[in-house]
């Protein structure tokens, strides 16, 4: 079992959907929870970051773990064809030596 | 956030060459990595590169084949040593900030085709 599993997607959804990311963890080690964006062609950018279970949000993105059943999500509002592109999940232990685990990656695509 | 510079952003390489990439950031930060992301996949890390010091390594991966330098806090060079095809991929400098060495960012990536 890999220690990061993502839904594989693709994922095509119309302008205006919710859309719902997830990732599930075997490592209960892992403390920190990231989602990273990644235009086709561009490097990974940071685009939420959490460390407690529960829920954050940032404009029309909300990041959920859920750190009793190794899950976490990214829910994000109001999709927009800009939203187009690969949401990676990633998570490591504690510790700035620790490296971070990713999952295989999701490429979402919003129609207009 | 952090402002990370790589060199050269994209190369087409001849087998059997090697290629030096460069990676600067724009202010002191206390770890880099360098990350492999072969086409269609996730990110792989290749190695923490140490201040100071020789590199860590992760498994599969091999300072012959990817020597790495860092000779200062805000600059690493990673080079990809007798290129073949299996070696085209994008390679990402990543670093984490003192004080927030939990959030991690990436360079643009360099985008190496070998052929």
């Known amino acids: 079992q890999k220690e990061v599993e993502q839904d594989p997607g693709p994922l095509s959804v119309p302008e205006g959907a919710i859309v719902s990311l997830n990732c599930t963890y075997s490592?209960?080690?892992?403390?920190?929870f990231m989602w990273y964006r990644q235009y086709s062609r561009k490097g990974p950018e940071l685009l939420m970051y959490?460390?407690?279970?529960g829920n954050k949000e940032d404009g029309r993105f909300t990041a959920q773990v859920d750190k009793s059943s190794k899950y976490i999500s990214l829910f994000i509002r109001d999709s927009q064809p800009s939203d187009s592109a690969t949401y990676l999940c990633?998570?490591?232990?504690?510790?700035?030596?620790?490296?971070?685990?990713f999952g295989k990656g999701i490429t979402l695509s919003v129609r207009p | 956030s952090a402002v990370i510079s790589q060199k050269p952003s994209r190369d087409i390489c001849q087998r059997g060459t090697s290629l030096t990439i460069q990676c600067q950031v724009d202010?002191?930060?206390?770890?880099m990595f360098w990350y492999r992301q072969q086409p269609g996949q996730s990110l792989t890390l290749i190695a923490t590169a140490n201040q100071g010091s020789e590199a860590t390594y992760e498994s599969g991966f091999v300072i012959d084949k990817f020597p790495i330098s860092r000779p200062n806090l805000t600059f690493s060079t990673l080079t990809v040593s007798n290129m073949s095809p299996e070696d085209s991929s994008i390679y990402l400098c990543s670093v984490a900030r003192e004080f927030s060495g939990n959030t991690i960012y990436f360079g643009e990536g360099s985008w190496l085709t070998v052929v």
């Open positions: 202010s002191q930060v206390t770890m």
């Open positions: 959490t460390y407690s279970s």
């Open positions: 990633a998570m490591k232990h504690t510790g700035a030596n620790s490296k971070l685990t």
């Open positions: 490592n209960s080690a892992f403390q920190y």
